[in-house]
């Protein structure tokens, strides 16, 4: 399995860096050892981003000698990189390699429950912390989305993250975006974008519509319902589109989840 055919325009990217860095004076004992740290955090993010964006999907092999090629770099950093995405649980040992670990409708439910309620709580900090200008920001990327042609599945997607990765960094707290990171294995990506429809997708815009107005009169208890209710609302999308009925029907219903959430 080859990274780059998944992301050819990021793995090309990366692989540049990795060999622009590789070419350079080699550096000595901690100096060395901080390059080596920086490439394998740089090919973590990278599949880990991957991987929660459904670009590398579950089951799917990842090979450390061509993961390696991808990269440009030894197998060092990869096996590093590969060994943290395991103690998160994303990729799970394979007779050759690692692949990516698929999880039950059950985890997600609980995922979801933990990370709206994070996500909620980032937009109340976000409420108090951000600036006038943050939330400017926010605003323009979903004045933006609101633009986007029907069917532009990748501006969808790329407009949903930057609207919530605003958000979360408005809120200054860098644990609490950690843990929303970890709780993040489900995920608004490509292939739930190109099966959501119109209506649906329609209603997620409103849902950012609340999320803003909340944000801009800097009312911290409306901005954490309208994200709480807006992250438990696209995951009845996601569970609906990819697990089977009898599986999802097992779940403990989720507050907030409704089409009309």
């Known amino acids: 399995m080859s990274y780059k055919s998944h992301c050819p325009t990021h793995g090309h990217r990366m692989q540049r860096h990795l060999i622009t860095s590789a070419a350079d004076p080699a550096p000595l004992g901690e100096d060395r050892a901080a390059v080596a740290r920086s490439r394998s955090g740089d090919i973590y993010e990278t599949l880990r981003n991957a991987i929660l964006s459904g670009e590398i999907r579950p089951n799917e092999p990842l090979i450390e000698a061509d993961l390696a090629a991808s990269f440009g770099v030894s197998r060092t950093p990869i096996r590093e990189a590969l ?23 059950a985890e997600a439910s609980e995922n979801s429950e933990v990370r709206a309620a994070l ?38 997607v790329e407009t949903n993250r930057e609207f919530h990765g605003l958000i979360v960094a408005a809120a200054r707290n860098v644990k609490l975006r950690d843990a929303i990171l970890r709780s993040g294995r489900f995920y608004f990506n490509g292939s739930v974008a190109r099966r959501t ?41 996601f569970r609906k589109l990819s697990y089977p009925t009898s599986e999802a029907a097992s779940l403990a219903p989720l507050h907030g989840a409704s089409g009309r959430g």
């Open 197 to 237: 429809s119109e209506e649906e997708f329609h209603l997620s815009n409103r849902d950012h519509e609340q999320i803003v107005a909340a944000l801009q009169a800097r009312d911290g208890d409306a901005a954490e319902l309208a994200m709480r209710n807006h992250i438990l609302r696209t995951f009845h999308i």
């Open 119 to 156: 996500e909620g709580y980032a937009a109340r900090l976000a409420v108090e912390r951000a600036t006038d200008e943050e939330i400017a920001a926010v605003t323009a990327i979903h004045r933006r989305r609101l633009a986007i042609e029907p069917n532009d599945d990748a501006a969808r």
């Open 83 to 105: 060994q943290r995405l395991a103690v998160e649980q994303l990729i799970i040992p394979r007779k050759r390699g690692w692949s990516v670990r698929e999880i039950t409708a």
